[in-house]
C-alpha cells in the first residue's frame, strides 16, 4: 500500500461546478498538508497549505483535513476552465521532514 | 523577484551517459531539494541540501548525487543513465528545510 493515495481520474465537470479532490494516506504521523496544481508539462504551484485538522479557505478553494479519518481534501468553487489541470497533495511527519506526494488527479473543467 | 529557475529545460541522453542539471533557488531561499517525477506519477523525493551539505535522501541510488553551492545553486548529477530514469527532474526551493517549498519548471530527460 501507497503511504498517499489519490483517485487517478481524469475528472471531468462543467464549468461553474464545486470540484471535490481527496487524499487517503496510511502514516498517522503525518502533521503537514499541502496542495498543488501542475499543468501540463510544468512544475507543480503551490494553492493550500495546511497544519491542523479543519477547514481553511482561500478564494475559490478550501481545504479540509481529518486526522483521524486520515483524509484530505481540496474544494473548488465555481470551476473554471483554467483550472484544469493536475492537482497533486503532499504531506510529511515533522518540520524539516520532506514530503510525500500523492500521484495525482486529473481534472478538466469543460467550458 | 525570479522563481526557482532550471536549465536545461529538454534533453537527450544515451544509456550508459552521465548528466548535469543545474537550478537556481528563488530568491532568499536557501535549501534544495530535488525531484523525479515519472509521467504520470507524484513526485519522488531525491535529495535536500541546505548549507552545502546533503541533508536527507531518498530511496534512490549512488548514481544520483548532488551539490550546493555557496551561492544556494545545486545541481544533480545522474551517472550510467537507465531508460528507466527519463522523467521530469524537479528542483524545488525554501526559506530553510522546515518550509513551505516553491518548484521550478523542471528539467526533461529523455534516456535512450
Known amino acids: 500500500q501507497k503511504e498517499v493515495e489519490q483517485d487517478p481520474g481524469p475528472l471531468s465537470v462543467p464549468e461553474g461546478a464545486i470540484v471535490s479532490l481527496n487524499c487517503t494516506y496510511s502514516?498517522?504521523?503525518?502533521?503537514?498538508f499541502m496542495w498543488y496544481r501542475q499543468y501540463s508539462r510544468k512544475g507543480p504551484e503551490l494553492l493550500m497549505y495546511?497544519?491542523?485538522?479543519g477547514n481553511k479557505e482561500d478564494g475559490r478553494f478550501t481545504a479540509q483535513v481529518d486526522k483521524s479519518s486520515k483524509y484530505i481534501s481540496l474544494f473548488i468553487r465555481d470551476s473554471q476552465p483554467s483550472d484544469s489541470a493536475t492537482y497533486l497533495c503532499?504531506?510529511?511527519?515533522?518540520?524539516?521532514?520532506?514530503?510525500?506526494f500523492g500521484p495525482g488527479t486529473r481534472l478538466s473543467v469543460l467550458p | 523577484d525570479a522563481g526557482v529557475t532550471q536549465s536545461p529545460t529538454h534533453l537527450i541522453k544515451t544509456r550508459g551517459q552521465q548528466v548535469t542539471l543545474r537550478c537556481s533557488p528563488k530568491s532568499g531561499h536557501d535549501t534544495v531539494s530535488w525531484y523525479q517525477q515519472a509521467l504520470g506519477q507524484g513526485p519522488q523525493f531525491i535529495f535536500q541540501?541546505?548549507?552545502?551539505?546533503?541533508?536527507q535522501r531518498g530511496n534512490f541510488p549512488d548514481r544520483f548525487s548532488g551539490h550546493q553551492f555557496p551561492n544556494y545553486s545545486s545541481e544533480l548529477n545522474v551517472n550510467a543513465l537507465l531508460l528507466g530514469d527519463s522523467a521530469l527532474y524537479l528542483c524545488?526551493?525554501?526559506?530553510?528545510?522546515?518550509?513551505?517549498?516553491?518548484f521550478g519548471e523542471g528539467s526533461w530527460l529523455t534516456v535512450v
Open positions: 524545488a526551493s525554501s526559506e530553510e528545510p522546515g518550509n513551505t517549498i516553491y
Open positions: 495546511t497544519y491542523s485538522s
Open positions: 503532499a504531506m510529511r511527519r515533522n518540520y524539516g521532514q520532506n514530503f510525500v
Open positions: 541540501y541546505y548549507e552545502e551539505e546533503e541533508r
Open positions: 502514516n498517522s504521523a503525518f502533521q503537514y
